[in-house]
């Protein structure tokens, strides 16, 4: 391996660690709203951002096991439907943005989230329902799901594209 690769391989690990601990901070009650019948995190917007910046492998780290991680440390009862939801949601933005449609880089993350959205919105209700033995409590806590992950994705696609962040990525893991 020649110095370049090497040197992108240990910022791209880095900055899965950094995101990850991210997530991990942000799934925790302490960054949280309180909602009916729990709390609302903010954890998407890591979710969303490191999808779109990151190959599907290391999203899937950030996404699932940052989440799954976040719940084990401060709520562990949905911390299987965390890894799932949250797992897929990343991984399939990521396949988006640099598989499927890599020549539009920004619609793909558009269509991504989009996707990712409906993953973890369903995956949560059915996960909910299935953990708690009551679709009812899915429902109480479907429309802050709703909210939660359209807030998270749309402010990471807005620091991504509209403030520049995958413009400064791209400055200093591409070259």
């Not at 880095?14 to 990850?20: F, I, P």
């Not at 996404?63 to 439907?81: E, I, K, Q, R």
Request: proline share 5%.
């Amino acid at each position: 391996m020649n110095d370049q690769s090497e040197k992108l391989n240990t910022r791209t690990l880095t900055l899965t660690a950094v995101l990850l601990a991210m997530n991990v901070i942000m799934s925790s009650s302490v960054l949280s709203l309180p909602v009916p019948g729990g709390h609302m995190y903010l954890n998407d917007l890591i979710i969303c951002t490191a999808a779109v910046l990151l190959n599907p492998f290391c999203a899937f780290v950030v996404g699932g096991l940052g989440a799954f991680l976040g719940d084990l440390l401060f709520y562990p009862t949905p911390m299987f439907v965390s890894l799932v939801a949250h797992g897929l949601q990343a991984v399939v933005i990521s396949l988006c943005v640099h598989r499927w449609m890599k020549a539009h880089p920004v619609r793909a993350s558009i269509v991504g989230a989009v996707l990712g959205w409906m993953i973890t919105v369903v995956g949560y209700s059915f996960g909910r329902a299935f953990i708690y033995g009551t679709p009812e409590y899915a429902v109480l806590k479907l429309p802050f799901q709703i909210l939660q992950t359209f807030v998270g994705e749309g402010l990471a696609l807005l620091l991504l594209w509209r403030a520049g962040l995958v413009r400064l990525y791209e400055k200093f893991f591409k070259n």
